[in-house]
Nanobody
Framework: QVQLVESGGGSVQAGDTLTLSCAAS????????MGWFRQAPGKEREFVAA????????YYADPVKGRFTISSQNDKNTVYLQMNSLKPEDTAVYYC?????????????????WGQGTQVTVSS
């Protein structure tokens, strides 16, 4: 049974950098995706970034392209989300998620496992 543990959230100023991490314990499948989503107050959960295995292909939502980078450790069980040039509109609870198979990595309803979420607050 895979479990996800997130860390790294906090309160920062606009333009700052913050890195989130998500550790997956337990045995993962050969084909899987680990993704990041976020949910701001009053809004639906939205896709941020994802990485699929095998191959390490990455996916990004348009609002974060060029600012956020998803990466993983060599053992592929920990993913990071480096967030540069943060903006107030990036404020949200960020969730790590895991899915078996690589289809539909940007759709939250294809993910079967979620972390507890970590708050990111960006002040102007």
């Amino acid at each position: 049974q895979v479990q996800l543990v997130e860390s790294g959230g906090g309160s920062v100023q606009a333009g700052d950098t913050l890195t989130l991490s998500c550790a997956a314990s337990g045995r993962t499948f050969v084909n899987y995706v680990m993704g990041w989503f976020r949910q701001a107050p009053g809004k639906e959960r939205e896709f941020v970034a994802a990485v699929s295995w095998p191959g390490g292909r990455t996916y990004y939502a348009d609002p974060v392209k060029g600012r956020f980078t998803i990466s993983s450790q060599n053992d592929k069980n920990t993913v990071y989300l480096q967030m540069n040039s943060l903006k107030p509109e990036d404020t949200a609870v960020y969730y790590c998620a895991y899915k078996m198979g690589v289809a539909g990595p940007t759709f939250p309803n294809t993910y079967g496992l979620w972390g507890q979420g970590t708050q990111v607050t960006v002040s102007s």
